[in-house]
């Protein structure tokens, strides 16, 4: 995964700052920005628009300028703008989608995860809304990109999330043999603007979501706050996804679902007992034990 590293600099008085980052964003033109509306299209620009002092934001290819109101001087917050910005991007958010007229660059890296059988596959555009996984081809029916990542014989599972793919193989292939092949797949697919995920299918993932915690009791809410929070993020960035399946008051277990490369992986047993275990375990005193994963 990129690592952003972003300096700031303003002259005392002035009203633009400079934030510079050590990769580029992939665009040659100027892009500014004037309100919220502007950047549709740009989420990391409209989260710089929720900041009440925001005027203006200018896009360069490595550096972001903003300009401010006079309500305040830069000195007060300009750290801690920086600090926004960079762990944003390195908690994975998205920079830039396409703009009307502007056609962003489609670029996609490959990451190696804790689980050897699994690879991650990093765009820099937002992909789908809710994360998915596929199992078998015939469960892709309805993901145009997972459906066709399965016709490569050694495809085993597909899972997407915000702006990555984990795929996990089968052992008939080495990751050097096919990992630059896999790579310009997706990277070629993305840029066509074909349908990764039929929009329904988020759709009724979303709302499968928003049913099954409004029937959810207070405590197990918080467990899910607790993962949603603090163990999801890390687990993301190894290419992977944790899903609270069930609470169990008498054994005071949590059930969990792994997917992506946390699926099989050697190290999630450690993952589970060292991390979320003893995590949960620490914020709910009395009322975690253990914690179990259905699927290894």
């Given at each position: 995964m990129k690592q952003y590293s972003i300096t700031a600099q303003v002259e005392k008085g002035e009203v633009v700052?400079?934030?510079t980052l050590n990769h580029s964003v992939g665009i040659k033109k100027p892009l500014v920005f004037k309100n919220?509306?502007?950047?549709?299209?740009?989420?990391?620009?409209?989260?710089l628009f929720y900041l009440p002092f925001v005027k203006?934001?200018?896009?360069?290819?490595?550096?972001?300028?903003v300009t401010r109101f006079d309500i305040l001087e830069w000195e007060d917050v300009l750290e801690e703008v920086r600090e926004q910005l960079e762990n944003y991007l390195n908690e994975g958010g998205v920079l830039l989608e396409e703009l009307p007229g502007v056609k962003i660059p489609v670029s996609v890296y490959?990451?190696?995860t804790p689980n050897p059988a699994v690879m991650k596959f990093v765009a820099n555009k937002k992909l789908v809304d809710t994360p998915v996984e596929y199992k078998s081809i015939e469960e892709a029916k309805k993901a145009p990109l997972a459906f066709q990542l399965f016709h490569f014989p050694f495809v085993k599972e597909v899972f997407i999330s915000a702006n990555y793919v984990s795929i996990m193989k089968y052992d008939v292939n080495n990751w050097d043999e096919v990992?630059?092949?896999?790579?310009?797949?997706?990277?070629?697919?993305?840029?066509?603007?074909?349908?990764?995920?039929?929009?329904?299918v988020q759709k009724e993932e979303k709302t499968e979501k928003t049913n099954v915690a409004k029937t959810l009791d207070p405590l197990e809410n918080q467990i899910i706050s607790i993962l949603e929070e603090y163990i999801k993020p890390a687990v993301a960035s190894d290419g992977g996804n944790i899903a609270f399946d069930s609470y169990n008051p008498v054994e005071k277990s949590v059930q969990v679902v792994l997917q992506g490369a946390c699926s099989g992986c050697p190290s999630s047993t450690f993952t589970l007992k060292n991390g979320i275990e003893?995590?949960?375990?620490?914020?709910?005193?009395?009322?975690?034990e253990s914690v179990v994963a259905l699927n290894g």
């Open positions: 700052a400079r934030f919220i509306e502007d950047a549709k299209g740009a989420p990391l620009i409209q989260q203006e934001v200018t896009l360069l290819e490595n550096c972001i300028e490959a990451e190696s990992v630059m092949e896999i790579r310009e797949f997706i990277r070629a697919f993305i840029e066509e603007g074909k349908t990764l995920v039929e929009e329904f003893n995590m949960l375990k620490e914020m709910m005193p009395g009322k975690v």
